[in-house]
């Protein structure tokens, strides 16, 4: 598989992620638009499932918004959100006094080492969080791990094209790494399938914002927590010349006065199986059953986070 952990330079540094997303937290639901959109779809997606699950896993949950919509579509569903960063899990807690009565948990851990027992989630759900992660394939086999045979995987991600035109700018300039990389369609359908995940069906859908300027696109990424996180970036100041070539380069995207980002997102959703894994012997688990006893409207929620 084609992924960054192969390719020199492109090797995420999650210490990095976490701590983006952790400045980005407090306004990152005002500046998340396209995000949001592509979490909706996903969400739109679940009515075409013969699905009434219980028990739901959010992978790369951020500030909630997605749980929410989901405890909305699932009455009697426990929602379990998964985040690399504390913020915008904190963002997420609702007040005390609300905490007390819902249907959500929440847990600082990383999709790669998931601390969960063996086959007891009926859902997991995840926009837009797989394209920070080193190794799909292992993100994959800790679905096949956690999810019952006959759950399902239902996930969003970035495809190659994503940002197509800063990457191709940037290449005007130096060789180092300023785009983050992602993994083919194809690519990721192949991985599922090595995890041990039933009938992957993969769909590609084509965003693009426009900015009025290359600083406007990045002060947007910025704020999301989506800046450069690869070990190959330039650790320097961008000096004015590579600064201006990659400007340069940029303006030959420019049409009726605004500058194009292309963003490439793949769908994908698949089958558990009962695929067998062994825990990671350095991940300590929760066991599902004792989420299902303590969590709920019902018992009230304590958060493993």
Same mark, same amino acid.
């Given at each position: ?22 400045? %980005?937290? %407090?306004? *990152? ?18 009515? *075409? ?46 007040? &005390? ?18 601390? =969960? ?10 926009? =837009? ?6 190794? @799909?394939? %292992? ?7 956690? =999810? ?34 992602? $993994? ?15 009938? @992957? ?9 426009? *900015? $009025? ?19 190959? #970036? ?10 201006? #070539?990659?400007?340069?380069? *940029? ?9 194009? $980002? ?8 698949? &089958? ?18 004792? =989420?299902?006893?303590?969590?709920? %409207? #019902? ?5 493993? $986070?």
């Amino acid at each position: 598989m084609n992924n960054r952990a192969g390719q020199e330079g492109f090797h995420t540094d999650a210490r990095r992620v976490a701590r983006q997303f952790d400045r %980005a937290a %407090a306004g *990152y639901e005002r500046e998340a638009v396209m995000q949001q959109t592509v979490a909706a779809r996903l969400i739109e997606r679940l009515q *075409y499932m013969n699905l009434s699950p219980a028990l739901i896993l959010e992978l790369g949950s951020g500030t909630g918004r997605s749980a929410r919509a989901l405890c909305d579509r699932f009455r009697s569903a426990l929602i379990l959100e998964l985040d690399l960063a504390p913020e915008m899990l904190r963002q997420a807690r609702p007040g &005390w006094w609300r905490r007390r009565f819902t249907r959500r948990l929440w847990m600082c851990a990383d999709a790669q080492r998931i601390p =969960l027992g063996a086959a007891g989630i009926d859902l997991i759900f995840s926009s =837009l969080m797989l394209q920070w992660c080193n190794e @799909p394939d %292992a993100v994959f086999a800790e679905a096949a791990r956690v =999810l019952r045979p006959g759950g399902l995987l239902l996930f969003a991600t970035l495809g190659p094209d994503t940002l197509r035109e800063l990457r191709e700018s940037w290449g005007n300039a130096d060789d180092a790494a300023h785009v983050n990389a992602f $993994a083919d369609m194809h690519d990721l359908g192949d991985a599922l399938m090595r995890a041990g995940l039933r009938d @992957p069906v993969m769909e590609v859908e084509q965003f693009t914002l426009t *900015y $009025a300027d290359v600083f406007a696109l990045m002060r947007d990424l910025k704020q999301l927590g989506a800046q450069n996180a690869n070990a190959g #970036r330039r650790r320097t100041l961008t000096g004015k010349e590579r600064m201006g #070539r990659m400007l340069q380069a *940029y303006e030959r995207h420019r049409r009726d006065g605004l500058l194009p $980002a292309n963003y490439e997102v793949v769908y994908g959703h698949a &089958w558990g199986g009962g695929h067998a894994r062994r825990l990671d012997p350095h991940t300590v688990a929760f066991p599902v059953s004792a =989420l299902r006893r303590h969590g709920g %409207a #019902r018992n009230g929620s304590n958060s493993p $986070a």
